[in-house]
Nanobody
Framework: VQLQASGGGVVKAGESLRLSCAVS????????VGWFRQAPGKEREAVSC??????????YHVRSAKGRFAISRDDARNMIYLQMNNLEPTDTAVYYC??????????????????WGQGTLVTVSS
């Protein structure tokens, strides 16, 4: 199983980025998926998550990302995306994609802890 995150980079505050995660080795539609991030000196946190296909679609966004970030999935292409708009310096972190068949995803929380990608660095300058 591989999750390959890409799309990170250096941008200025207010700009946008779209992260992509290519998934292989699993039937992605069976998995809840999400994006997490870890900033220097901080704990990893869930950013945006979306439930497995075939279930009632549930998404989670960390409060600081609501209205700015959007998660999407393309099961036919085995891809996960995170569209990040109006980026802020506090969004600077390594972003990881993840997948789990027993993910717990509610509007108030996201718990995914099975398969992880290698991370892509997002740096937002002021």
């Amino acid at each position: 199983v591989q999750l390959q995150a890409s799309g990170g980079g250096v941008v200025k505050a207010g700009e946008s980025l779209r992260l992509s995660c290519a998934v292989s080795g699993i039937t992605m539609s069976h998995y809840g998926v999400g994006w997490f991030r870890q900033a220097p000196g901080k704990e990893r946190e869930a950013v945006s998550c979306i439930s497995a296909s075939g279930t009632i679609t549930t998404t989670y966004h960390v409060r600081s990302a609501k209205g700015r970030f959007a998660i999407s999935r393309d099961d036919a292409r085995n891809m996960i995306y995170l569209q990040m708009n109006n980026l802020e310096p506090t969004d600077t972190a390594v972003y990881y994609c993840a997948a789990d068949t027993i993910a717990v995803i509610k509007s108030s929380m996201c718990s995914i802890d099975h398969y992880w990608g290698q991370g892509t660095l997002v740096t937002v300058s002021s």
